[in-house]
């Protein structure tokens, strides 16, 4: 409905002020709808072109792509097993 309206008011607008210059404005917005349709349909053609089927995942193999974690510094004592008290019972038990 919107849409509807915004497009009537748009020929009025159009109709009334064509000959004093509107047909710049009118020019311009019909390349930038025909460009976007053509944009558009480009990324349909792309989607549709990458798009994964179920045979595509059956046969996908695992990445072989590793990343790389920079560490500033490691300290052992974080990574160390927990320490037991002479006479508490075993944390490891």
Known sequence: MAATVAGVVWIVVA???FVNGA???I???AVL???MHAVNRHYAAV???VRLTKRDLDVAL???THGVVLVNQASPARHARPRVRQGSASLLA
Do not use: K
């Open 47 to 49: 989607r549709a072109d």
């Open 62 to 64: 695992p990445s072989a």
């Open 33 to 35: 709808i025909v460009g």
């Open 23 to 25: 047909w710049i404005a």
């Open 27 to 29: 020019v311009l917005i």
């Open 15 to 17: 109709v009334f002020n």
